[in-house]
C-alpha cells in the first residue's frame, strides 16, 4: 500500500512523458487478469463529461488516495487512466 502511495506521490511530481504508458491492446490484454485493477482517477466533472468509460474499470478519487487505498490487496497490478 505505501508502495502505491509513493507511486502516486512520484507519478505527480514528475511530467506527462516520464510516466509509464501502456497501450490500448496491452490493456485489453490485462483486463481479464484478475490481479490487475483498473483505477478511473479523472476528476468529477471529466468523469461525468467523459465519454469512453472502461468496462470493469473502479473510479477513486486521485486526492483521496489514503482513504481507498487500504481496500485492495497489495499483490495487485494498478492501471490507473484520466482523460
Given at each position: 500500500m505505501t508502495l502505491l502511495s509513493l507511486a502516486l506521490?512520484?507519478?505527480s511530481s514528475v511530467g506527462a512523458e516520464d510516466i509509464p504508458k501502456i497501450t490500448k491492446e496491452e490493456l485489453?490484454?490485462?483486463?481479464?487478469?484478475p490481479k490487475v485493477v483498473i483505477v478511473d482517477v479523472r476528476t468529477n466533472p471529466e468523469w461525468n463529461t467523459g465519454k469512453v468509460k472502461i468496462k470493469g474499470a473502479v473510479r477513486e478519487d486521485p486526492t483521496k488516495v489514503q482513504s481507498w487505498i487500504e481496500k485492495y490487496s497489495p499483490?495487485?497490478?494498478?492501471?490507473f487512466y484520466c482523460s
Open positions: 506521490a512520484w507519478a485489453k490484454a490485462m483486463m481479464d487478469n499483490d495487485k497490478t494498478f492501471v
